[in-house]
């Protein structure tokens, strides 16, 4: 793809590497500040390739590329992990502006090396050891109880890289070993649900936090967000917004961090995992926030003023649209138009991806007052966009049931 140049040379170009979803709404908050987006892609059907002209086409771990990517461009920025630290370094030593940097990028790369750094910190984190052998599973659970959670250290996300092992079942710790897998094992932790804390900081050091999220995990994939997280009072809100601003300021991140945590009592928490990008849990922000984590990031990364994080209504719900067992035989424009019929205030972003089963290929955010009415209703639209059907046993020809409008248009207008 011929790359055009930004129409603005007044106006910054930010690189990001990567072109998923991620980049492809970073691109979109791009345009409304008058900046370019130039994306590194693997293919010129990446759903961010699709959105921005100014494309570099190759791989994450390519530095020619990468360095085609930088050259002119503001900021450098990521859109995923996968990026080699061997890589990365020799980037940033000829002054390429990467942003994390890759000293702060790399625990969010490495589990092995967040959980050391964090448990230096004497941050809550669960007992962890690295696994070189087998026996060294076994050894463990012998001293912290099973079942073991073992993790690969490196390139696991959305429930990938995560078994959950018994004292009678750890046979295929030797052959992950043996395929080269770096490994780690934890303590299993007695959680109450997971929550999420974002955070942007910049390179002056400014920092900013949004309201601290409930999230849902399904099969270990993210299915559905709320903001603020129920029942979570304003003294814990507030100590867990300054854990994620510690985490940020001592591993010096430029850019959007998330903390992922596990709640084990009331206010209560240990740190789960790290992401040095914009984040799946942050996706409400785009409406339901002053200052979308897309459009932060920009500003994070280029060192703007940070804008609000103030929400924008009481409560906010997203939820993935996941690609079903089974394509529906409506096809997806069809699916948008009943979708809105029956929830007008449903705000749909697509990210133009195949809908393979359980792969990430859209959301819905839904604002409101009611708690359970914004979930019902975003949940619902979530899924019919998924698999065009109504969980709730709504007839999308009828109108029955319909709220908010008078329900799909009829028989034969589409």
Known sequence: MERVDTPDAAMPVVGMVGGGQLARMTAQAAVALGQTLRVLAASPQDPAARVTPDVVLGDPDDAAALRELATGCSAVTFDHEGVPQEVLVPLAEAGVPLRPPPAALVHAQDKLVMRRRLAGMGLPVPAFAEVTAPGDVTAFGAEHGWPVVLKATRGGYDGRGVWFLRADDPGHVAALLDAGTPLLVESAVPMTRELAASVARSPYGQAAAWPVVETLQVDGQCARVTAPAPGLGLADTARVQELALRIADELGVVGLMTVELFETAPGQVVVNELAMRPHNSGHWTIEGSVTS??????????????????????????????????????????????????????????????????????????????????????????????????????????????????????????
């Open 293 to 414: 984590q897309f459009e932060q990031h920009l500003r994070a990364v280029l060192d703007y003023p940070l804008g609000s994080t103030a929400p924008v209504a009481p409560v906010a719900v997203m939820a993935n649209v996941l690609g079903a067992a089974q394509e529906p035989s409506m096809g997806m424009d069809e699916r948008l138009h009943h979708c809105f019929a029956r929830f007008p205030e449903a705000k749909v972003h697509l990210y133009a991806k195949d809908g393979r089963p359980a792969r990430k290929i859209g959301h819905v955010t839904v604002l409101g007052t009611d708690e359970d009415d914004v979930r019902t209703r975003a949940e619902l639209a979530a899924g019919w966009l998924a698999t065009a059907t109504w969980a709730d046993g709504w007839s999308a020809h009828t109108g029955d049931g319909g709220t908010g409008a008078a329900g799909a248009h009829p028989e034969g207008t589409r």
